[in-house]
C-alpha cells in the first residue's frame, strides 16, 4: 500500500505540472488507485533490483528500457541460464500513461528527458527561442510510454532500399517475420490476415472512441481517389483509422508487453535510476578493444562499473545511443579532441545522418458540430470531454473519451506531384486531429511545441474552444539531415540537437503540397457537410502572404514546424567500406569487439510512417542475431499463432528458472580481471 501511495505521489507530480487547474488528473489517478486495479496493475510491475543483488558480471548488459531495450531484455533471457541486465536511467512507468486520452499530457514531465533542440532560422521560427522541444521517454518502456501508440510498420520499399545499401538480411521480406512475431492483431478485420500476427506480445487494437468527424475525414479520401484499407498490409497508399498498441483500450508499453509477463526470470535483473556513462573498453591481443561493461550514475555516485561477459547493447535511443559511444571515444575524432575526450575509436558517423519527420502544424480548420451531436459536438473540445460522464464511462464501461486519442484520430499515405504514383511509395503522411490547439485553451498543443505566447494570443485565441480540426502533413522522406553533438566531456550534460529542418529545400517544396491535399479534403462533401472552413488568421511574420498561396503554405511550415518525435539514424547501419556507417548489418559497431547498437538510431534511413512498430521489429531482429552469434537457443519466428502455442508448449519455452548466479557460475579466470586500459586507437586517417 505504501508503494501504491508513492506511485499516486509521482503522478501528481505530473498533474501539478499543469496548475491547479488540472486537478481532474489527480482526481483520474485517485479513480483509478479506487476502480481500476487492471490498471494499477500492481503486483505483475518489474521491480527494480537492490544494489545488493546487482552483481559485478552478466552475460549481457542492455543500456535503455525503451522500444528496443525492453524487447531485448525479454528474448535474451529466455534461456535461463543467460544472465540479462537491463539498465534504465529513468523510473516505473506511471499508471496514468494507460490512458490514450492523456496522451498528451505526458511530455515536460518527469517521464521525459526534456529536450530542447539547438535555435534554427530556417524551421521553428513561431516557437520560444526558435528552439523545438524534443519530448524522449525516460522510464521502463522509453518512448513507448511517451508515444501517441500509432501501430505503422513503414513501406515496403524502405527496407529494400536498406538492404541495396548493403544490409543484408534487411529486406522487406526479411523484416516481415518480425513485425508478425512482435503482434498480437486484435483489429477485428484484420485477424485472418497473412500480413499480421497473432500471439506476440504487443497487443495492435482500434481506439474505443473515436469522434464522429472522424468518419468525414476517411470519407473525404475516397473522394479524392484513395481507398481505405490496412496501411500495414500489401499496399501503404490510402486513408485507415489508426490501430494502435493498446491493450483492451489502453496504451500497451513494451514496458507492458515485453517485461511484466517476465517479471519473475531470476537471470533478468532490471535496474532503474541508473545514468549509463560510458562503455569500458579493454585491450585485446590483437589491438582491437572490447567493450567489457559499463560504468553509471546512480543517485549521484558517479562511476559505479559492472561488466559484461559477452556483448554490451546500446539501445538508448537515437539521441542518447550516439552520445554514449562519443562519451566512450568512439565517434568523430575532431569532434571528441575539441571535447577532451581521448579517441578510442575513430567512428566520424556517430552522431550524424539525425534524420526525422517534419510536420506542418497549426493547420487548423473550423467546423460546425450539427445539433444533434451536442453535447460532446463532432470534434473534441477538451472541457466538453472532462465530465462527470466521461469519468462514469472510464470507470464502469471501459469507454468513452478517455480511451480516445484526439491527437491521431485517423491518417492517411498520400502522393504529392513530387512522388512516383505508379509505385506504392507516398511521400506524405496526414495526421487527422479532431481538436485544434484552440481547443485545449492551449495546456497541451502550446505547451508541448513550445509555441510563443505572441502566436498563440494572436492565432489561437480568437477562436478558443471552438469545434474544429488539423490535418497535418508531415514529411515521411526528409532529405535534411542533422546532427547530434556533445555539449561537453560530462555524461550528465545534454546532448545538442541540431534538426536541420528544412536544410534541403526540397523538404519545404514536398511539405507545402502535403497542405494542399489536406486543404483539398477540407473542400470534399464530407467535411463541406460540417461548414469547414480552414483558419485563416496568418501567423505573426506570414500576414503579409495571400491567404492558401505557395509563400503563405511555406510561411506557415517554417514557423510552426513540429517534430514527430521520430528521430532516427545516429549510429547508422551499414557495411565496413561505408566509413560513416557505425555498426555493421548485424548492429556490431566497427572497429570494437562484442559492443552493439540496437534501436531507432540504426536505421541508414527514416522509414516511411512512424517509428515504434519498426524499431520493436529491430529489437526482435537483433536478439536472434545475437543468439545465432553466441549459438543460444534461436526461437523460430512463425508466421502463424497456431505454430506460436506449439513453441510455447515446447520444452525450451518452458518457465523454468534456475539460480543463475551462484560463483560456480562464474566464468572461468582467463575473462577476469580485465585490463580497464584504453589504448587502441585506429589511425585517425585509416
Ligand atoms: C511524444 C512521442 C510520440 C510518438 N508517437 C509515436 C507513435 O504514435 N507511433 C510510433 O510508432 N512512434 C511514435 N513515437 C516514436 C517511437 O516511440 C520511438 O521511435 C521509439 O520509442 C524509439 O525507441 P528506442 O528504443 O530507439 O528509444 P527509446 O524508446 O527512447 O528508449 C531509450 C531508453 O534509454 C534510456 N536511456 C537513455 N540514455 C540512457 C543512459 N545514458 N543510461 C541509461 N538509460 C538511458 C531512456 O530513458 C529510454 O528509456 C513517438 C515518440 C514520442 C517521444
Ligand atoms: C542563419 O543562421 C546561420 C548559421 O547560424 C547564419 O550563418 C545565417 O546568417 C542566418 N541567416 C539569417 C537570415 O539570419
Ligand atoms: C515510377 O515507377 C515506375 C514503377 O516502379 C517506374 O517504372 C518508373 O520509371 C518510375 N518513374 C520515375 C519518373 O521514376
Known sequence: MALRLLRVLSNARIALSYGPSFAFVLLLRVLVLLSRPDIEDAGNRVRDISPAQLRSHYDFIIVGAGSAGAVLANRLSESPDITVLLIEAGGEEPVLSDLPMLYSALQLTSIDWQYRAEPSNKSNLAMKDRRSN??????????????????????????????????????????????????????????????????????????????????????????????????????????????????????????KGYLRPIRNRKNLHVLLHAKVEKVLLAEEDDGVPRAVG??????????????????????????????????????????????????????????????????????????????????????????????????????????????????TEAMAFVNTKYANSSEDWPDIQLFFASSGDNADGGIFGR????????????????????????????????????????????????????????????????????????????????????????????????????????????????????????????????????????????LKVHGVKHLRVVDASVMPTIVSGNTNAPVIMIGEKAADMIKEDWKLPTVPTYYQYEKMIAYQRSSLYTPHYSWPFRSSYCRPKSHAPYRLVPVYRRLLND
Not at 552520445?323 to 571528441?336: A, C, E, N
Request: charged letters at 20%.
Open 134 to 255: 524534443w519530448p524522449r521517454g525516460k522510464c521502463l518502456g522509453g518512448s513507448s510510454v511517451l508515444n501517441a501508440m500509432l501501430y505503422i510498420r513503414g513501406n515496403k520499399k524502405d527496407y529494400d532500399n536498406w538492404e541495396a545499401a548493403g544490409n543484408t538480411g534487411w529486406s522487406y521480406k526479411d523484416v516481415l517475420p518480425y513485425f508478425m512475431k512482435m503482434e498480437d492483431i486484435r483489429v477485428p478485420e484484420l485477424v485472418g490476415s497473412s500480413y499480421h500476427g497473432r500471439g506476440g506480445p504487443i497487443p495492435v487494437e482500434e481506439l474505443r472512441y473515436y469522434s464522429p468527424i472522424t468518419d468525414a475525414f476517411l470519407e473525404s479520401g475516397k473522394h479524392l481517389g484513395y481507398r481505405v484499407h490496412d496501411v500495414n498490409g500489401p499496399i501503404q497508399t490510402g486513408f485507415t483509422r489508426s490501430h494502435c498498441t493498446l491493450r483492451e483500450g489502453l496504451r500497451c508499453s513494451t514496458a
Open 294 to 407: 559499463v560504468s553509471f550514475n546512480r543517485f549521484s555516485l558517479p562511476g559505479v562499473k559492472v561488466f559484461a561477459h559477452k556483448d554490451v547493447i546500446i539501445s538508448a535511443g537515437a539521441v542518447n545511443s550516439p552520445q554514449i559511444l562519443m562519451l566512450s571515444g568512439i565517434g568523430p575524432p575532431q569532434h571528441l579532441m575539441d571535447k577532451n575526450i581521448e579517441v578510442q575509436v575513430s567512428s566520424p558517423g556517430v552522431g550524424s545522418n539525425l534524420q526525422d519527420h517534419a510536420a506542418m502544424g497549426g493547420v487548423t480548420y473550423l467546423i460546425k458540430s450539427p445539433k444533434e451531436m451536442r453535447p460532446s459536438g463532432a470534434a473534441c473540445v477538451l472541457p466538453r470531454l472532462l465530465t462527470i460522464n466521461t469519468l462514469r464511462k472510464f470507470v464502469f464501461d471501459k469507454s468513452g473519451p478517455m480511451y480516445g486519442l484526439p491527437t
Open 447 to 586: 505547451r508541448n511545441n513550445g509555441l510563443n505566447d505572441d502566436y498563440y494570443a494572436t492565432v489561437f485565441e480568437p477562436i478558443l474552444y471552438k469545434d474544429s480540426v488539423t490535418i497535418l502533413p508531415l514529411l515521411l522522406r526528409p532529405k535534411s539531415r542533422g546532427h547530434i553533438e556533445l555539449k561537453d566531456k560530462d555524461p550528465m550534460s545534454n546532448p545538442l540537437i541540431y534538426p536541420n529542418y528544412f536544410g534541403d529545400p526540397d523538404d519545404l517544396e514536398v511539405m507545402i503540397e502535403g497542405a494542399k491535399i489536406g486543404y483539398a479534403l477540407s473542400q470534399t462533401e464530407p467535411f463541406q457537410r460540417f461548414d469547414t472552413t480552414l483558419h485563416d488568421i496568418a501567423c505573426p511574420g506570414c500576414a503579409e502572404y495571400e491567404h492558401l498561396s505557395d509563400d503563405y503554405w511555406r510561411c506557415q511550415a517554417r514557423h510552426y514546424t513540429m517534430t514527430i518525435y521520430h528521430p532516427v539514424g545516429t549510429c547508422k547501419m551499414g557495411p565496413v567500406e561505408d566509413v560513416d556507417a557505425v555498426v555493421s548489418p548485424r
